[in-house]
């Protein structure tokens, strides 16, 4: 494979670790560079995908890995995880079962939802701070959060973009939102990881090895940057700049789908 094969799969990988967090969808913006780039190897693009997930997945459970410990303490809060994560399993177990993938990647609808939801993520984040976490979240609040989660499964959505403006919705403030975001993205990136395996033939070679350490390492190292970062971040701001940069991005899809 030629160099810029290798440069396209390590900006993949960057843009996992960097927008899987931030609320701005790494999977639409995957679709779109999948679109460009037309690559050939479909299986191995299935092991990349898996492989950077896999990172993403353990720069969180390293950040988060006092909560994560002190979970054995806290049942009800380990309750209100699984509570969140169900929802976006079973939808996702239908969509994999009727194999609407593909329908739901088409660049159009990447497109729709980008716009649609950076809206709905401004609005939410006018509402007022009225609820305090505190070690934990109601199982309400939790079934609503994960309910938004399954919205996710739609390319151009965002993962901790739609579980924050949800988390904002119900009064929580943004670091909060953000952390729990957080927590409940360890169980569903776990399944994504386990379900893209699935559907991968494990067939390796020298370069495919070459290519999964690359993913795994760089979303590894840009997740734990970014987690960091963001979580600062919220503190101080709003969320205004990500709406921005997701209409903007909404904007440049629908000048590509008009020509």
């Not at 899987?20 to 999977?27: F, G, M, R, T």
């Not at 151009?156 to 924050?164: D, L, P």
Request: net charge positive; with cysteine.
């Amino acid at each position: 494979m030629t160099f810029s094969i290798y440069l396209a799969f390590i900006l993949l990988a960057l843009i996992q670790g960097l927008l899987e967090w931030l609320p701005i969808s790494s999977s639409g913006i995957l679709v779109v560079l999948e679109e460009l780039n037309k690559f050939e190897d479909k299986n191995l693009n299935l092991l990349f995908n898996v492989s950077v997930h896999t990172g993403s997945l353990l720069a969180v459970i390293i950040y988060l890995r006092k909560e994560i410990f002190s979970l054995s303490n806290n049942i009800k809060l380990f309750q209100n995880i699984i509570i969140a994560t169900i929802p976006v399993v079973i939808i996702g177990f239908i969509i994999k079962f009727f194999n609407l993938n593909l329908f739901l990647q088409d660049i159009k609808i990447v497109t729709g939802s980008t716009i649609f939801f950076s809206i709905i993520l401004y609005v939410s984040d006018k509402t007022a701070v009225t609820r305090k976490f505190n070690k934990n979240i109601s199982n309400k609040n939790s079934l609503y959060i994960g309910l938004s989660q399954s919205l996710a499964l739609i390319p151009g959505t965002s993962r901790s973009g739609i579980t924050i403006t949800c988390a904002r919705f119900l009064g929580f403030s943004r670091k909060e939102s953000a952390k729990f975001s957080f927590l409940i993205s360890i169980p569903t990136l776990f399944a994504a990881t386990t379900l893209g395996l699935s559907d991968a033939v494990i067939n390796f070679n020298t370069q495919t090895i070459v290519f999964l350490f690359i993913g795994f390492f760089v979303s590894l190292a840009v997740s734990l940057f970014c987690i960091k970062l963001f979580i600062s971040f919220v503190e101080k701001y709003s969320l205004t700049l990500f709406v921005i940069i997701r209409l903007m991005l909404g904007v440049i899809l629908l000048i590509y789908l008009a020509n």
